[in-house]
């Protein structure tokens, strides 16, 4: 399998496409001022106790108060308390952990307020982002990263993926890794380890290490409710978990980025620093690889997947339903029915898997596939959903096929679901259902560039428009292009762009800056 990442920097947000042999089955988006992101490591306050849900409010600057419930405070948490208020009380010297004793575990079915205490300070970890109208969800069980193992302080178990299935090699790994961590830190051994090096493990073992003794001596210095441990950015964390032998390439659009991902592909896999490249030409990198046009096909509310066939997926608060329907699809007569609803069931199938994937869809997932009587097809349709979602690296549970033909799965959610709005809104009438005639928008275009040009002094800056309207603008000779370089600047470049409806611009100056003319105001 040929696998790339394409990773497009704006000045907003940075959007990060996975494609396995040229299909798009990833995609995040990432706010370039994002804060709360999994992983953060927060000093907070215990704002209110609940004890009829087991759980506390913490304020860690978030607008609504984050969750953190008792079985969400680790077996160790004495342990964290105890190094917290110790590194509170004499700001002239940090606690070292490995000199510490580690307290006994706390009950587990104990209760919230005979650990916590309104307004209490506490060192907390954000298990889950904000979603929808919730606050974040807390852990107070602190765990770092990496690639090949997550440490986590206060522990001094060493515990080995179970997808590593060796006797010989986990033997081999939790040896090895009992020999070279530090005292009271346990760690998890990641399934990418298998067959790894001592030095890699070391070295990275060393990297999580330095990580806790860099930013957690912040604690003393910084006024709480503050942030004391940012995770990696969505870019190097995403790589960090699908990062493997098959990536063939990594296009980035922005130095900076570009710079940042080599220097991590470095440290991890030298041998392929050389996949990361820059991209450097003008047509938008997105539309380049032909994820632009994926988008706008697979995000919709109607998804088709293959000869009519298509799915409806909808979404409640509670459930994400997605309907199996076979459309026009031509139906082979001596095949039969059943034969052709298992033929549309298993194509369906590879696309609902590639869809929960893309969309990242958790909670519960109820599937409505086409009726099948046989149970050999109803079985082979289950170990079908099971092979195309052995990748996916959200814990799932697929339950077999119901009486009725549905299909049930969970799905663990940590972040918000990805949601691409697929419609576009008329940018000329902005929805009001009247425009001017089309043929005089490159006249509307003109004007704008006269005035980009003579009343603003912007002689160098890109216009994007639909390729459509750029091929209408570059044909003939001379052509509209031509014209209007020659009459106003030299400097202006005009950009196919697939991401704009058919009658939309937009302006940017030689900084990918955008320059903002709207299409309603009239410019004299």
């Known amino acids: 399998m040929n696998s790339e990442l394409v990773v497009d920097v704006q000045s907003q947000e940075i959007s990060i496409a996975v494609l396995e042999d040229k299909k798009l089955v990833e995609l995040q988006k990432e706010a370039r001022d994002i804060s709360f992101a999994v992983g953060n490591i927060y000093a907070g306050k215990v704002k209110k106790l609940m004890p009829g849900l087991n759980a506390a409010f913490i304020d860690i600057g978030y607008k609504k108060d984050a969750f953190l419930h008792y079985l969400d405070l680790g077996p160790q948490f004495k342990s964290v308390d105890k190094f917290f208020k110790q590194a509170l009380s004499d700001t002239k010297r940090f606690p070292l952990i490995p000199k510490m004793p580690l307290e006994t575990d706390i009950d587990k079915d104990g209760s919230i307020s005979d650990v916590l205490k309104v ?45 590593i299935k060796s006797k010989e090699e986990r033997a081999r790994l939790r ?40 930013n957690l001596p912040k604690i003393q210095r910084e006024k709480l409710p503050t942030l004391i441990y940012e995770e990696t950015g ?44 820059l991209y450097t030409d003008e047509l938008p990198i997105f539309d380049s690889f032909a994820v632009t046009k994926q988008v706008k096909a697979l995000f919709g509310k109607t998804v088709t997947f293959r000869n009519g066939a298509y799915l409806i ?17 031509s ?14 069931n298993s194509a369906a199938a590879e696309e609902v898997a590639r869809q929960l994937r893309l969309r990242d869809l958790g909670g519960i997932i109820v599937i409505d596939f086409i009726d099948m009587s046989e149970g050999e097809h109803r079985s082979k349709l289950i170990a079908r959903m099971q092979e195309l979602m052995a990748n996916d690296r959200a814990k799932h549970n697929i339950l077999p096929l119901s009486k009725f033909g549905l299909m049930q ?24 259902g009247e425009i001017k005639p089309s043929i005089l928008f490159t006249d509307s275009l003109r004007s704008k560039i006269s005035y980009l040009v003579q009343k603003l002094n912007v002689k160098k800056f890109t216009l994007h428009v639909h390729p459509y309207v750029a091929a209408f603008i570059d044909k003939g000779f001379p052509s509209l292009k031509s014209r209007w370089k020659w009459k106003y600047s030299f400097g202006m470049k005009i950009i196919p762009d697939q991401s704009l409806a058919f009658l939309e611009y937009r302006f940017f100056d030689q900084n990918k800056e955008e320059i903002d003319l709207k299409q309603e105001i009239e410019l004299k």
């Open 409 to 432: 799965i969970t799905r663990q959610r940590v972040r918000p679901e990805m949601v691409v709005d697929t419609t576009e809104i008329c940018p000329t009438c902005f929805g009001k």
């Open 313 to 329: 997926i909808e979404h409640t608060e509670a459930l994400h339903v997605i309907d199996v329907n076979s459309g026009n699809r």
């Open 175 to 214: 040896q090895l890794i009992q020999s070279i961590k530090p005292k009271n830190f346990g760690v998890i051994v990641r399934t990418v380890a298998e067959g790894k090096k001592v030095i890699e493990l070391d070295n990275e073992l060393k990297t999580l290490v330095k990580r806790w003794e860099d």
């Open 234 to 277: 969505r870019i190097v964390g995403l790589l960090r978990d699908v990062f493997n032998p098959s990536f063939q390439a990594i296009h980035v659009n922005d130095k900076e980025v570009h710079n940042q991902i080599r220097d991590y592909i470095s440290i991890i896999d030298p041998e392929k620093r050389d996949i990361v490249k």
């Open 331 to 344: 139906k082979n007569k001596e095949a039969g029915q059943e034969n052709n609803a298992w033929e549309v």
């Open 119 to 163: 307004g209490q300070e506490i060192l907390v970890q954000i298990a889950k982002e904000p979603i929808s109208t919730k606050g974040p969800r807390l852990t107070s069980e602190l765990s770092f990263a990496g690639r090949f193992l997550v440490l986590i302080p206060f522990n001094d178990k060493v515990s080995i993926s179970q997808k």
